[in-house]
Antibody, heavy 120, light 108 residues
Framework: EVQLVESGGGLVQPGGSLRLSCAAS????????MNWVRQAPGKGLEWVSY????????YYADSVKGRFTISRDNAKNSLDLQMNSLRVEDTALYYC?????????????WGQGTLVTVSS | EIVLTQSPGTLSLSPGERATLSCRAS???????LAWYQQKPGQAPRLLIY???SRATGVPGRFSGSGSGTDFTLTISRLEPEDFAVYYC?????????FGPGTKVDVK
């Protein structure tokens, strides 16, 4: 059974940093690209970042470019998101999602999310 | 960036009725790289449709997707009680992989 479990969320002041992690199990993690998607309270979904299976291709949403860094450790079946210079508008539930498909990738499995609150 | 617009914002229907949800893209979505997700309160999104018309594993046959280019549709042929939720379309053909704002299907 595919499982994605996020951790690392919490309360942080504006300008602060936080590192999110996603532990994957139930599939060959090293064969799949991964994503982070966030959802502000009461709002819709916003894609944040993508990383290919070998980390050779990485994309970011403009809203986080230069502040967030996605990475993965295929030996540990883990995906990370380092978030720096956090803003109030980064407050959201952060999901990791597996990418599946051929050439282009839809998001077929999602974790339950970890909540990040940026507030003074 | 491809901007997705969904309509209507809210669809009020009764169980057993047919639901038709629209997703329009600001530019053509390459090779129909368009997905639909369902989200219920307090839950993570669930993949329903990918490639505009392919049902994901375990998705009931009452869900179907269609369309190409800039206009896509999700149809639920007969609403079951568990289908009342928010539905998002997403294009995954080019970064940024944008989502639409969602359509809420609620009980009339």
């Amino acid at each position: 059974e595919v499982q994605l479990v996020e951790s690392g969320g919490g309360l942080v002041q504006p300008g602060g940093s936080l590192r999110l992690s996603c532990a994957a199990s139930g599939f060959t993690f090293s064969s799949y690209s991964m994503n982070w998607v966030r959802q502000a309270p009461g709002k819709g979904l916003e894609w944040v970042s993508y990383i290919s299976s070998t980390s050779s291709t990485i994309y970011y949403a403009d809203s986080v470019k230069g502040r967030f860094t996605i990475s993965r450790d295929n030996a540990k079946n883990s995906l990370d998101l380092q978030m720096n210079s956090l803003r109030v508008e980064d407050t959201a539930l952060y999901y990791c999602a597996r990418a599946n498909g051929s050439g282009r990738y839809y998001f077929d499995y999602w974790g339950q999310g970890t909540l990040v609150t940026v507030s003074s | 960036e491809i901007v997705l617009t969904q309509s209507p914002g809210t669809l009020s229907l009764s169980p057993g009725e047919r639901a038709t949800l629209s997703c329009r893209a600001s530019q053509s979505v390459s090779s129909s790289y368009l997905a639909w997700y369902q989200q219920k309160p307090g839950q993570a999104p669930r993949l329903l449709i990918y490639g505009a018309s392919s049902r994901a594993t375990g998705v009931p046959g009452r869900f179907s997707g269609s369309g190409s280019g800039t206009d896509f549709t999700l149809t639920i042929s007969r609403l079951e009680p568990e289908d009342f939720a928010v539905y998002y379309c997403q294009q995954y053909g080019s970064s940024p992989f944008t989502f639409g704002p969602g359509t809420k299907v609620d009980v009339k």
